[in-house]
């Protein structure tokens, strides 16, 4: 089946920093992504709509200054979370379609998990 | 906001059938009924998904009522790695809004 990856895994940085995730389509172009974000024993939050070649979308209560989107090709999207705050170490996950949305199954990266120090 | 409500949690003996219940009961006609699980730590795992009919594939099958305000998850033989929060989700759109789900525990 079709494969999202996201880089990397996990990551420490310092309060203050900026941490960038990718979101790889491997086998299938993806004109859109979505990130969500997803804090422990809580459900998954759509943060964005990540758009090939356009600005992302972002969801109500999202800073999208905090949270750089940049959908620069087909198979690549990239979160940038900017000035982090330990309030910001969360798991951090994509996702994407092989083909319209409509009747069929969204693809998940792994996770990115996040914590600031 | 979700659409849909879940029991918080579940449990089901290795082996025997686990079936997850979901009230979906403001659904509009063209909007499909998802389901998807998370083992922890992980990224979302898509399981099924249908509109009006029953579906069945290699992991499970999905029966909604006939007038669609709820539907159930059945899996004919639960195992320990089934294990995880299984999401319902009701939606037209390509947006996956997800719900607190239920956390179903298989124990041996």
């Known amino acids: 089946g079709a494969v999202v990856s996201q880089h990397p895994s996990r990551v420490i940085c310092k309060s203050g920093t900026s941490v960038k995730i990718e979101c790889r389509s491997l086998d299938f172009q993806a004109t859109t992504m979505f990130w969500y974000r997803q804090f422990p024993k809580q459900s998954l939050m759509l943060m964005a709509t990540s758009n090939e070649g356009s600005k992302a979308t972002y969801e109500q209560g999202v800073e999208k200054d905090k949270f750089l989107i940049n959908h620069a090709s087909l198979t690549l999207s990239t979160l940038t979370v900017t000035s982090a705050h330990p309030e910001d170490s969360s798991f951090y996950i994509c996702?994407?379609?092989?083909?319209?949305?409509?009747?069929?199954?969204?693809?998940f990266g792994q996770g990115t998990r996040l914590t600031v120090v | 906001d979700a659409k849909t409500t879940q029991p918080p949690s579940m449990d089901c003996a290795e082996g025997r059938a686990a079936n997850l219940p979901c009230n979906h009961s403001?659904?509009?006609?063209?909007?499909?009924v998802y389901w998807y699980r998370q083992i922890h730590s992980q990224g979302p795992q898509y399981i099924i998904h249908?509109?009006?009919n029953n579906e069945t594939n290699e992991m499970a099958s999905l029966i909604i009522t006939e007038d669609r305000k709820s539907s159930t998850l059945i899996l004919p033989h639960a195992t320990l790695r089934d294990t995880a929060v299984y999401y319902c989700?009701?939606?037209?759109?390509?947006?996956?809004?997800f719900g607190t789900g239920t956390r179903l525990q298989v124990f041996p």
């Open positions: 249908g509109l009006k």
């Open positions: 403001t659904i509009s006609g063209n909007e499909y």
């Open positions: 996702s994407a379609y092989t083909g319209t949305a409509m009747n069929t199954e969204a693809f």
């Open positions: 989700i009701v939606d037209n759109t390509d947006k996956l809004i």
